[in-house]
């Protein structure tokens, strides 16, 4: 079962700083200076991890987030013998934070875990027919791995952002389906190690968090402005603008007029991104 | 993979029939399989009181989705170390491995996790957590049909057994969900503090253009409203039934009044 929220997995802040938090916020003023409806200045880079088949790290401020895809074959579902399959797997290392050492960031990593699921959950997000090898017999299977390094707040942004660009950077190799003497089909890979097939990452959302604080909401909040807000929604937007999977998280509540309009903002914001 | 010793295992590789069974048509008159309009809720019975052993129980049938949820608490918190001032509440939703169309691993999955959590930030804003310092609420949900709407029914049901157990609360907390789209399709799932009108939970699962999420949204809410007179009725059957009704033959009034 699920025993807690985020946020008190990532330590304590004095009423003062809370204070001080809200009452900036309310002024449209941050900690760091910036506008409610800023982000922080992000650092993206792929191919970094040379032995999977795509990689990327993300740096959103604080945030450090590294992620490693490995395609390899497999079977296809029983229900969908066309298609390839993606598997998430997020890990919060004890480098992040002392708090995550042993299974203390097991339950955040569910958390982001289930999110990214929920937002590729649909079958526009990502064309896995394009992964199939033998209908019903081979494809391939992506492990996308999530490994945060550091946590500085808006994990869920970040993630969102580094597994599109390592999908993004992910090769993966041509192979040829010849059919032997006893009619046995076999799998050949390409000798050409340049050889290889890229994924349309058209149409991958992107994770647009807006925590609200007092209230007014922000966008891409820090850990300190995540330990303020009680309430926080987390949007997925494709580049379209259509919404691909919305969840309000937190122990707070949210006011119907004030999701409307939290949702109007996330459209706004992911369109600059 | 552990093995699960209370069980026969069954062949190592089982498929249920229904891959093989072709996909339905769907209607395309605007009504749904079962007759009902875009707007139409099913009928909702709702039963407070159905585990004996449980501070509170209740039990929810939304048409062919049946959910029971049983509280606990307040009790002595498990981990001893973990201090508190506010009152803990704990949640576990687990769907009954007969429960689904394909049948479900008895161990909890990453889905009913995710529902876990989602259940349980549904229900904190309503529990005044306070008034239990060093103590916890555990809530534990099993559905035991699902026919579609079972997050919403597990919500509505775990505030009803939460009411039940006599667990302070602000508000009781109402559940509606509304699957929606044609192009694009997805489910949405409001939780309401009908009285306070604040959403305590909100999740869409596909992909929907952001007016037809925010109607969607709207619709759910006014399907909550809808629903808290049935759950303040269910209530008041149930703390009626509880009232002693036997006479007292001294005529002394009764030490509770």
């Known amino acids: 079962g699920s ?13 003062a700083e809370r204070l001080f938090i809200v009452h900036g916020v309310q002024d449209d003023l ?74 203390g960031g097991e339950e955040l990593a569910i958390e982001v875990s289930n999110a990214l699921q929920r937002i590729f959950s649909s079958r526009s997000t990502l064309d896995l027919t394009a992964l199939c090898i033998i209908p019903a017999g081979q494809c391939w299977v992506l492990y996308v791995d999530v490994l945060v390094l550091e946590c500085g707040g808006n994990l869920f942004d970040a993630v969102s952002l580094a597994v599109k660009a390592a999908l993004f950077n992910t090769r993966i190799p041509t192979v040829l389906v010849t059919a032997d003497d006893e009619g046995q089909q076999e799998i050949e890979l390409s000798d050409d190690p340049y050889d290889v097939k890229r994924l349309d990452v058209e149409n991958v959302p992107l994770i647009v968090t807006l925590s609200k604080i007092g209230h007014r909401h922000v966008v891409d909040a820090s850990w300190e402005e995540e330990l303020c807000s009680l309430a926080r929604l987390t949007v997925g937007v494709t580049q379209k603008g259509t919404i691909a999977g919305l969840n309000k998280e937190g122990s707070g509540s949210l006011d119907p007029e004030s999701i409307y309009e939290m949702v109007q903002v996330c459209l706004f914001v992911c369109l600059f991104m | 993979m552990p093995g699960d010793s209370r069980r026969v295992p069954g062949p190592q590789e089982s498929r249920s029939p229904h891959f093989y069974r072709k996909p339905e048509a769907h209607k395309n008159d605007g009504r749904r399989q079962d007759g009902r309009g875009p707007q139409d809720v099913r009928p909702v019975y709702l039963h407070a009181g159905v585990v004996s052993q449980a501070t509170g129980s209740a039990y929810i049938e939304m048409g062919q989705t049946k959910v029971i949820a049983a509280v606990y608490g307040p009790r002595e918190i498990a981990q001893r170390e973990e201090f508190t001032m506010k009152g803990r509440l704990t949640c576990e939703v687990k769907f009954a491995t007969f429960s689904c169309t394909k049948r479900r691993q008895h161990i909890q999955d990453s889905h009913e996790k995710d529902w876990s959590l989602i259940v349980l930030q549904a229900l904190e804003p309503a529990v005044c957590l306070d008034r239990f310092p060093k103590s916890q609420v555990d809530v534990y949900i099993t559905v035991l049909q699902n026919d579609g709407s079972a997050l919403a029914a597990a ?63 709207k619709s759910c809410i006014t399907g909550c409203h809808g629903l808290y007179p049935i759950i303040k009725d269910c209530l008041v059957t149930s703390t009626q039934r509880n009232i002693p009704t036997t006479g007292r033959q001294t005529g002394q009034p009764d030490a509770n009044g």
């Not at chain 1, 409806?37 to 880079?45: I, L, Q, S, T």
């Not at chain 2, 006599?166 to 489910?187: K, L």
């Open chain 2, 155 to 217: 919500i509505t049901c775990a505030s009803v057994g939460l009411a039940d157990a006599g667990v302070m609360m602000y508000d009781v907390v109402a559940g509606c969900s509304m699957d929606q789209g044609t192009a694009e399709h997805g489910m949405v799932t409001v939780a309401l503090l009908p009285s306070l009108n604040q959403v305590s939970a909100l999740v869409l699962d596909g992909h929907l253009q952001q007016q037809t999420a925010v109607q969607a949204v």
């Open chain 1, 30 to 103: 941050r900690s760091d200076g910036r506008a409610c409806e800023d982000y922080r200045h992000m650092e993206v880079e792929t191919d970094v991890v040379s032995n999977t088949s795509g990689s990327a790290r993300l740096r959103l401020g604080n945030t450090d987030i590294l992620v490693g895809v490995k395609a390899e074959m497999g079977e296809p579902d029983p229900g969908r013998p066309k298609e390839g399959k993606l598997e998430f797997f997020v890990d919060c290392s004890a480098n992040a934070s002392p708090e995550f050492e042993g299974r």
């Open chain 1, 3 to 15: 025993k807690g929220s985020m946020a008190s997995t990532l330590g304590v802040l004095s009423d």
